[in-house]
């Protein structure tokens, strides 16, 4: 396989901004990105007129067809790089490499990276189960009532059954992740979460309960990225892109080569290698968490753990913020915030954040190099991104 071109060092993340979260009954999904990207802009020392490049995602809430140009529209940007990228949740880290790449080959020098929308109070009950019932193949999964949480439960079994991973080891997850978002003060989630309460929580799809389930939200979030040269002259201390890569296997669930190996190994490796570092290196890891059982696989597939210990990984304390390898310090997706491609955002934003330091009792110490993953569909679409505070 042919090795990518390096982009280690040569951009770097300027700016991070979140929307307000939870339910925003008065901003739209444009409104909540808006915001974002105003915080990102105001954090980094840019203005509006020094965007070149705009990325954005997809949205259940916003009817466009060219969501990207009118994200633009309503910002009041005219770029000369702009589009819209469908990669589901691994969207905003394979949205992070394009831009890079853009940047690299001079077709942008300033890019705004955003996604979010109001899913929480922007859809109805129906309108919300239709677009997530349509994640299903057409012909083949769909007429028969399969859901993103039945998919990803079926993934949980096969899990179970070939490594012995517990339901309690699941919900450690959970738990884990609600510690560190009562640290964090824009989190969705603030009430602490006992391991007695996941497991019993109203089932979803077995062995998935409520609790092992992503919020739905309002919130949107941004990232600037410009190149490693003029970071050096702006506001905010520069994170900077080390290794990034991506893989996909499928798209929808009966086309997966594997109920238990996924592309998360072989994006991981990519963004190993280019960073040339290792499993060891990383100090802190935001890992996509959609339901439960998913960073319990990404850990073991980007090579944290070996696999069927990644459930034991959690339930040991390991993941904690002070623990061997702190994971989704914000609460990730199952307690800060999931708006769409938003929840992968956050996972930068708040990387970025970690490694620029003074975040108090969310604080890893000593973190210098974080590691984020994001993945798409069911288990589909994998981008892994490592960042670091220093060149290095």
Known sequence: MKTPASLKNKVAIVGVGESDIGKVPNMTGLGLNAQAAKRALDESGLEVSDIDGVLTAYSFTEPYFMLGSVLCEYLGV???????????????????????????SGQAETI?????????TGLTRDAALSALLAVGHPYFEQPYGG?????????AQRHMHVYGTKREQLAHVAV??????????????????ALQEVLDAKAIADPLGMLDCCLISDAGGAFIV?????ARDLKAKPVYLQGIGEYHTHEHLMCAP???????????????????LGPQDIDVAELYDCFTIVPIIELEELGFCKPGEGGAFFAEGNARIGG???????????????????????GIVEAVRQLRGGLGERQVQGAEVALVHNEGGILSSHCTL??????G
Request: proline residues 5%; aromatic residues 6%; contains cysteine.
């Open 78 to 104: 005219k770029p000369r790089f702009n589009a819209s990228v469908v990669s589901g949740g691994a969207s905003p880290a394979v949205m992070l490499k394009h831009a890079a790449e853009a940047i690299v």
């Open 112 to 120: 705004l990276v955003c996604a979010g929308e109001n899913r929480a």
């Open 147 to 155: 859901s993103i949480p039945g998919y990803y439960a079926m993934i």
């Open 176 to 193: 884990n992740t609600r510690a560190h978002a009562l640290l964090h003060p824009n989190a969705q989630m603030k009430k602490p979460l």
């Open 226 to 230: 410009t190149s490693a040269e003029r």
């Open 258 to 276: 594997s109920l238990t190996e996924f592309g998360a190994t072989e994006s991981g490796r990519t963004a190993y290698q280019m960073a040339g």
């Open 324 to 346: 061997k390898l702190p994971v989704n310090t914000h609460g990730g997706m199952l307690s800060h915030a999931h708006a769409g491609a938003a929840g992968g955002l956050f």
């Open 386 to 391: 490592i960042l670091a505070n220093d060149k």
